[in-house]
């Protein structure tokens, strides 16, 4: 039986710093190192692509997920294909860790109906919107697996602000009664918009909530990719060995904007910001792998040229695409859909034929 | 046949729909060790096992939202919500998800869930156990909704909605739960939705109603002195338009009874239809009897709330003298 209470408040963390030697991770090669350091650097060339996109009117507005690579790729590596992913829109781009091409993550923040994917094909559930609705959804397919007796485990992510919402408790719960296989990844970045975690909740860590639900909580530095990567592998070994659910809170801080519609000077500490991006989750892994002699420059080039290309092939894609038929208007809500349906495309297809 | 009570009619249909498809899961409050508050899911837990009725914590909408998971994972889970006014906490998870998800994933994925529970007033409950939801129902894209007010049609129309591909919310009708009493086919029975059934044939007005005005309707229909047609609607999406259309031509007169609230319910997009597409076959108004724009009231006087005999009765005269 794992500790439930109390949960641990100690940051878990594997790469060192000025006063602290670096550690290792039992089971990861140099080759694995170094594929989890092409997976954060893919997600940190999206972003930072994303919002020069963004500024070019090439997409939409975007939520930005800098300096949360870490989490991301982190806890992917620590999954199995079949494994199930429920994403908030902070991990919109989650899915390129599973071969989802950028062109398709693109074309969703484009609002072109090729952007929305099938989850089956990547086991990757779509893009949750509204904070903490769909962590029912992942405590309901982790117990849906477990019924049927099959293998795949779930995680679903989510930040600090979700912790205030009823679905996340109610989720959350669900998991635990049910025994789910699931992983509950909470981001805190300690800023929901504007909102900061002190006004979000009276206790002192959110790993806490993990005692409510009697399930083991885990508290790791989410701007350490290898404490996060070992920390979710604790907890899906755990869920897949029938131990049920396990809370992560990731701890990091959030250093640029909610998302690019947002201007957070009103509100933010700019100090402190400049101050965490000087720790930001890429460069302190580059370091690490470069003092473990992993790492060299031209495998580092090498590895950002290649996001970068990717990227490039992805914005030329997503924007390659024809434009989106409004008559989709009425496809895909219902297998079998209402009379009414024939009839409005009909009135529609003539208006828009200026008939 | 069998000669059942209206509840005992959904029970029959569970057990059958279990025991015809394996995915078929039952979840909600009280549902499996209780069987049901009102006996609906009787028998299940021991006949299938707490796998497949599960007593779920008091959380309509972690239930709901579980229950589209579970569909991800290949089951089609029928969820009760134990009253009406109870539900509401879930259409969060109806209106975000539930409604959404099909069309989220560009068609690709069904999500093959029905949402069940007893809805409507008349019974001398609490606050909150005594109301007509419908309207916030059928107003959600993506999901259908279907009412019946005989036992024959509340197996028929549970089982259509649990093979249905698309997200189902049955409502019963709990006024009549153990008062309305028929026959009732013997194992699998399925009512198809979007068909109308005509209650009581006639040529001088359309009662037009579903769940437990059906049966006050008829009750009208005996008090005054001319020839009424009742149309039970069954299923409100998808709708039995023609068959609406069809009586309306008949007989061009039509009143809409309901016992939801009058502003934006159900009745309100009847009377649209009609008004856009039988506007020559009518001699007169639409008229609406239906409850009041009040929060649903204390029982001692909620029988003044509620349509009466009396109040369609005067609504037909009205017409008829239009």
């Known amino acids: 039986m794992a500790q439930v209470l109390p949960a641990e408040h100690e940051l878990r963390r594997v790469i060192g710093d000025e006063s602290t030697p670096d550690g290792e991770v039992e089971g990861l090669d140099e080759s694995d190192l170094i594929e989890l350091y092409r997976s954060i650097v893919l997600l940190r060339t999206y972003d930072e692509r994303s919002v020069v996109y963004h500024r070019q009117g090439r997409i939409g507005t975007y939520a930005i997920f800098w300096n949360h690579e870490a989490m991301q790729a982190g806890s992917v590596h620590a999954l199995e294909d079949e494994d199930w992913i429920f994403p908030s829109y902070r991990e919109s781009a989650i899915g390129l860790l599973r071969g989802m091409p950028p062109a398709t993550v693109l074309s969703w923040w484009r609002g072109h109906p090729s952007g929305w994917w099938n989850p089956a094909d990547y086991n990757v559930a779509s893009i949750c919107v509204p904070i903490g609705t769909h962590v029912p959804h992942a405590a309901g397919l982790a117990w849906g697996k477990k019924l049927k007796r099959e293998r795949a485990v779930a995680i679903v992510y989510f930040g600090d602000g979700a912790t205030s919402e009823g679905s996340f408790h109610e989720g959350a719960n669900l998991a635990g009664v049910t025994g789910a296989p699931l992983v509950l990844f909470c981001n805190n970045n300690q800023w929901a918009i504007s909102t900061p975690i002190t006004a979000q909740t009276k206790a002192e860590a959110l790993v806490d909530k993990a005692v409510g639900y009697g399930i083991p909580g885990i508290r790791v530095d989410g701007a350490d990719v290898l404490a996060v990567f070992e920390a979710t592998r604790e907890a899906v070994e755990r869920a897949r060995d029938g131990g049920g659910p396990t809370f992560i809170e990731a701890v990091t801080y959030r250093t640029a904007p909610h998302a690019t519609a947002d201007d957070p000077r009103a509100y933010i500490d700019v100090e402190r910001v400049e101050e965490e991006r000087k720790r930001e989750c890429v460069g302190r892994y580059e370091g690490y792998l470069r003092r473990l002699g992993v790492l060299d420059e031209s495998i580092a080039e090498q590895i950002r040229a290649e996001a970068a290309d990717a990227m490039r092939r992805g914005i030329a894609d997503a924007e390659a695409e024809p434009p989106a038929d409004p008559e989709l208007l009425f496809a895909n809500a219902y297998v079998d859909p209402p009379a009414s349906f024939g009839s409005d495309l009909q009135e529609l297809r003539r208006i828009l034929s200026g008939e | ?322």
């Not at chain 2, 021991?46 to 089951?75: K, N, S, Y």
């Not at chain 2, 007169?253 to 239809?273: K, M, Y």
Request: aromatic share 6%; net charge negative.
């Open chain 2, 1 to 322: 046949m069998s000669e059942l009570f209206l509840v005992e009619a959904v029970n029959d249909a569970l057990h059958t729909e279990l025991a015809r498809d394996d995915s078929v899961m039952v979840l909600g409050e009280d549902v499996g060790r209780a069987g049901g508050v009102f006996r609906a899911t009787a028998g299940l837990l021991d006949r299938f096992g707490a796998d497949r009725c599960v007593d779920t914590p008091l959380a309509e909408a972690g239930t709901l939202g579980g229950a589209v998971g579970l569909c991800m994972a290949g089951w089609r889970p029928v969820c009760e919500m134990q009253y009406d006014a109870f539900s509401y906490p879930c259409l969060d998870q109806l209106i975000t998800h539930v409604g959404r998800y099909r069309w989220r994933t560009g068609g690709r994925m069904e999500f093959p869930l029905t949402i069940r529970m007893p809805y409507g007033g008349g019974v001398r409950a609490p606050e909150l156990h005594d109301d007509s939801p419908e309207a916030y129902y059928v107003h959600t894209p993506g999901v259908k909704v279907a009412i019946p007010s005989t036992p024959a049609d509340a197996k028929g129309l549970l089982a259509a909605a649990i093979r249905d591909p698309d997200p189902v919310v049955v409502l019963e009708p709990k006024l009549i739960y153990r008062t309305a009493r028929g026959e009732v086919p013997d194992g699998e029975h399925v009512v198809p939705l979007g068909r109308a059934r005509l209650a009581r044939e006639g040529d001088d007005v359309t009662l037009v109603a579903y769940g437990a005005m059906v049966p006050l309707c008829e009750r009208a229909a005996d008090a005054i002195d001319a020839s009424v047609e009742v149309l039970d609607l069954r299923s409100l999406k998808p709708l039995d338009e023609e068959a609406l259309l069809a009586s309306a031509a008949k007989t061009g007169r039509v009143v809409i009874v309901q016992e939801a609230p009058r502003t934006a319910g159900f009745g309100a997009e009847l009377a649209a239809i009609l008004a856009e597409k039988a506007i020559l076959d009518l001699r007169g108004p639409v008229l609406r009897v239906t409850g009041y724009d009040v929060p649903y009231p204390y029982w001692q006087i909620e029988d003044a709330y509620m349509p009466s005999v009396e109040r369609v009765a005067d609504a037909c005269r009205k017409l008829l003298s239009f």
